[in-house]
Nanobody, 121 residues
Framework: QVQLVESGGGLVQAGGSLRLSCAASGRISRIIAMGWYRQAPGKQRELVASITSSGSESYTDSVKGRFTISRDNAKNTVWLQAKTLKPEDAAVYYC???????????????WGQGPEVTVSS
């Protein structure tokens, strides 16, 4: 079983910044990718940013140039630095992990509880 512990959500003014972090622990043989999804009220969950174990990053268009994802493979931790926040960035942000289970090497997908980010205009 894999646990994802997130931190860093909260209230921020438009134009402000915050950083989300997510640490993974548990029976993981290998992490393939980690990242962040978000879901605003009444909207579908969308992929915000992801990063592979080799460091390849991807972002949804609406956050390019404003958000940066980074990770520490040794600590199984990923961060999302969000700058110039807009009201439309307000959502619950979910950390996710794609990896291989320890011993069985089956693919696994795990989700965090989701810190809420509120952006005041």
């Amino acid at each position: 079983q894999v646990q994802l512990v997130e931190s860093g959500g909260g209230l921020v003014q438009a134009g402000g910044s915050l950083r989300l972090s997510c640490a993974a622990s548990g029976r993981i043989s290998r992490i393939i990718a980690m990242g962040w999804y978000r879901q605003a009220p009444g909207k579908q969950r969308e992929l915000v940013a992801s990063i592979t174990s080799s460091g390849s990053e991807s972002y949804t268009d609406s956050v390019k140039g404003r958000f940066t994802i980074s990770r520490d493979n040794a600590k199984n931790t990923v961060w999302l630095q969000a700058k110039t926040l807009k009201p439309e960035d307000a959502a619950v942000y979910y950390c996710y992990l794609r990896g291989l289970e320890y011993e069985s090497l089956r693919f696994l997908d795990s989700w965090g509880q989701g810190p809420e980010v509120t952006v005041s205009s």
